[in-house]
């Protein structure tokens, strides 16, 4: 069965450098989304992309973050100028459709911001 | 905004037991959905259940909804050790939204 690949696994950072974690998605799926989990919290929404622009942003998702999809294969999440509380799992999911309709999850890259 | 809160936050069983979570939240909703979390792995899509439907049935699994209490329950008929991960809900506002608005989690722990 397809599934979202995430890369790296984990990344420690040190506070104030960029990281870019990466995902590649379902090959025919249309919506991507980046979600994240603080340790021992809720899955939260950041961003969800579409037609190569941001669709829906949450209150997290600020100037420190962005995504593209730069090659139409790879779509990246870039966070700036990064805090201790950026520390968490950050997860990846694609949709064929939109409209809350299932997505597929990749496994996650864990940032850990020291 | 809405929340997903679910309860028990933590549930043991033995093989062959039923495991029943639940879950409530504060708005209209479009859908409701259940994901399963195995540890160090991302959500994996389990069942929707639209706000117009009252119950629904994949495999071992039973959903059902009830909108006017904003509630759902999972119900995992003769559960496996495999069975053993957080189940999450999640559901879809009914305005024109993509994201999905997750609750809180029951960890499952089945034993052999």
């Known amino acids: 069965e397809p599934e979202v690949t995430q890369t790296p696994s984990h990344q420690v950072t040190q506070r104030g450098q960029e990281v870019i974690l990466r995902c590649v998605p379902i090959?025919?799926?249309?919506?991507f989304y980046w979600y994240r989990q603080i340790l021992g919290q809720k899955v939260e929404f950041l961003v969800s992309?579409?037609?190569?622009?941001?669709?829906?942003k949450s209150e997290i998702f600020d100037d420190q973050f962005s995504v593209e999809r730069p090659d139409g294969s790879n779509f990246t999440l870039k966070i700036r100028s990064t805090k201790l509380e950026d520390s968490a799992m950050y997860f990846c999911?694609?949709?064929?459709?939109?409209?809350?309709?299932?997505?597929?999850f990749g496994d996650g890259t864990r940032l850990s911001i020291l | 905004s809405q929340q997903g809160e679910e309860d028990p936050q933590a549930l043991s069983i033995q093989e062959g037991e039923n495991a029943t979570m639940n879950c409530s939240y504060k708005?209209?909703?479009?859908?409701l959905q259940w994901y399963r979390q195995n540890s160090g792995r991302g959500l994996v899509h389990l069942i929707l259940?639209?706000?117009?439907?009252r119950e629904k049935h994949s495999g071992r699994l039973r959903v059902t909804l009830d909108t006017s209490k904003k509630s759902s329950s999972l119900l995992i008929t003769a559960s496996r050790a495999a069975d053993t991960a957080s189940y999450f809900c999640?559901?879809?506002?009914?305005?024109?939204?993509?994201?999905?608005?997750f609750g809180t989690g029951t960890r499952l722990q089945v034993f052999p």
């Open positions: 708005t209209s909703i479009n859908n």
């Open positions: 999911a694609t949709g064929k459709t939109g409209g809350n309709q299932p997505q597929h």
């Open positions: 090959s025919n799926h249309l919506y």
């Open positions: 999640a559901t879809g506002p009914p305005y024109n939204t993509d994201k999905l608005i």
């Open positions: 992309f579409y037609n190569n622009e941001i669709s829906e």
């Open positions: 259940i639209r706000s117009n439907e």
